[in-house]
């Protein structure tokens, strides 16, 4: 199975001098929690709802006039529609993701890969994912998962 046939392909995208409240009102409407970030032609970051709150709300920025730049993660980890699906899932369990982007052959944005489309098309996968992020071994530390033991 390939990327293409599990990914959800509609995909909603905010500019980088947008404001949080924008970027949380967007997600809201859309009843989702990330949102590729564009600049120009090409994607720049990802914001999610967990940025907005841990790096913007919680140090104090005040969402109305900070901007999605000021909260965004600026990784990106991308796969393509005609990899196969298991690759995918690797690489969401190497960076303890729940979604990734999926571009096309022309490296243009064409959908999201999420735990929730993996787990209606691949289950096994999603839990592969799962499990791996909830390893009790690996610890968050400065942003970057690491084994400890």
């Given at each position: ?29 859309l ?53 196969p ?21 022309n ?43």
């Amino acid at each position: 199975m390939l990327v293409q046939d599990a990914m959800t392909r509609r995909v909603e995208t905010i500019g980088p001098d947008e404001t949080l409240q924008t970027a949380a009102s967007r997600m809201k409407a859309l009843n989702i929690g990330a949102l590729p970030v564009r600049e120009d032609d090409r994607i720049i970051g990802m914001l999610t709802d967990r940025d907005i709150v841990i790096r913007g709300v919680a140090n104090g920025m005040n969402p109305v006039q900070a901007t999605v730049r000021d909260s965004m993660t600026p990784q990106i980890v991308k796969c393509f529609e005609d990899q196969p699906l298991h690759e995918a899932a690797i690489l969401m369990q190497e960076h303890c993701i729940r979604r990734i982007i999926v571009l096309d052959s022309n490296e243009k944005l064409v959908g999201f890969l999420s735990l929730d489309d993996l787990a209606m098309t691949a289950g096994g996968l999603a839990v592969d994912v799962i499990e791996k992020c909830h390893d009790p071994e690996r610890q968050l530390y400065r942003g970057h998962w690491q084994h400890i033991g």
